[in-house]
């Protein structure tokens, strides 16, 4: 945060008195909302606007969730024999902070709770087995993440390490989130919001079915998923991206992909016109040209 506050004053100083203009994509979009939140005065006087691109401003439940319990393939098919494999990509994001960060907000009032969805085993004391639907939201989600990553291990080097579910670090998001919760933006700031949609986006999880049922919860770890979704960009649901709680100059749906939104042509001609510097158009016609040409939604 100390060193986004001395470039922004180096920026400042640099171009003459000047306020600066960020542009933030994704995980980007929650550092600086949490140095608004924590610099109010220093945002206010330096920065002048802020495009915000894809931000997961509630979280991305289904992909963050499965993160935790399975991992994250990337790649799909032959190429994915060359690149990190999903169950070592799931035990390098147990240990990372801003998986725990982009966590699906409990306190957010989504119109249908994000949940994870698993088929168990159950036996009773006549060990007579059942199959039963085990439904967790966000809060009792912590509870399974517990439970599934408790024995789960990383072997290097010929040595075992245990790395379980990480509650120094989910305290430490559970802070993060209250400052994320409590962020306003400064009088004289101009906020934009550009979102991903027109993607079918992870929302809730599933593992197990009701003919083969998890009896274990520890091997939700080495299963596959399977998701419900919504509308988003692939990553991040629209309902999360567009919820950012401010007074925003505008919101535009953009019909791409999470990290195609970095390289297409709407959100470059988006970013001239709010900044300027793209072709002058007729204070009237500014808003429908822009829907008009380049097919983008206005939420």
Sequence with gaps: MDGLK?????????????????ISHSMGGLLVTCFMSLQQDVFSKYVNKWICIAC???????????????????????????????????QLLVECPSIYEMLPNPDFNWKQQPQIKVWCKKADKEENSSVKLEIYGPSESITLFEEALKHNELNYDGKTF??????????????????????????????????????????????????????????????????????????????????????????????????QLLRHKTVF???QTWLGVGQKVGKHSKTSRVVDDFAIGHA
Excluded at 8 to 16: D, M, Q
Excluded at 63 to 82: A, K
Excluded at 221 to 247: I, L, N, R
């Design 6 to 22: 001395e470039k922004l004053e180096t920026a400042y100083k640099a171009s003459g008195g000047r306020k600066v203009n960020i």
């Design 162 to 259: 245990a790395l379980p579910f990480n509650f120094s670090i989910l305290k430490w998001a559970a802070g993060t989130r209250q400052i994320l919760n409590s962020a306003r933006l400064p009088d004289g700031v101009r906020f934009y919001n550009i979102y991903g949609t027109s993607f079918d986006t992870p929302f809730d999880v599933c593992y197990g079915s009701e003919t083969t049922p998890i009896e274990n919860l520890s091997e939700i770890c080495h299963s596959m998923p399977q998701y419900s979704y919504v509308d988003g960009d692939e990553t991040v649901p629209a309902e999360s991206a567009k919820a950012d709680g401010f007074q925003a100059t505008e919101r535009v749906g953009v019909t791409a992909r999470h990290r």
């Design 56 to 90: 997961p401003f509630q979280g991305a439940p289904g992909c963050i969730n499965d993160s935790l319990l399975t991992g994250l393939q990337f790649v799909e098919g032959c190429e994915s024999y060359f690149f990190v494999s999903r169950w070592t990509m799931h």
């Design 269 to 271: 001609k988006l970013i």
